[in-house]
């Protein structure tokens, strides 16, 4: 079965870091692109960040540029996003997706999708 799971997600206060892990079973995540979405209540789903699947390309939105930052580690089949100087707008259910592609295509295009991880940042 091919799956993905995410974790690292909980509470944490404005300013603080977290930081997310996906990995995968049933297939290796080095050939695919990578990308965190977020779901916020009442929001649309969002790209958060992107890792290629070759050369380590990365992309961020711009909500989150120069707070998160997006690395994969091949051994351990694991991709990160870590987070720090959270705010209360970055609560949200934070997913992993993966796409058999150099780049993340739009969310309704990524093949296979984690169940998520709600990151909640609150004094």
Do not use: H
């Not at 998160?68 to 949200?92: C, H, W």
Request: aromatic share 12%.
């Amino acid at each position: 079965q091919l799956q993905l799971v995410e974790s690292g997600g909980g509470l944490v206060q404005p300013g603080g870091s977290l930081r997310l892990s996906c990995t995968s079973s049933g297939f290796t995540l080095d050939s695919y692109a990578i990308g965190w979405f977020r779901q916020a209540p009442g929001k649309e789903r969002e790209r958060v960040s992107c890792i290629a699947s070759s050369d380590g390309l990365t992309g961020y939105a711009d909500s989150v540029k120069g707070r998160f930052t997006i690395s994969r580690d091949n051994a351990k089949n694991t991709v990160y996003l870590q987070m720090s100087g959270l705010k209360p707008e970055d609560t949200a259910v934070y997913y992993c997706a993966a796409e058999m592609a150099y780049y993340c295509p739009g969310w309704e295009a990524m093949k296979y999708w984690g169940r998520g991880t709600l990151v909640t940042v609150s004094s």
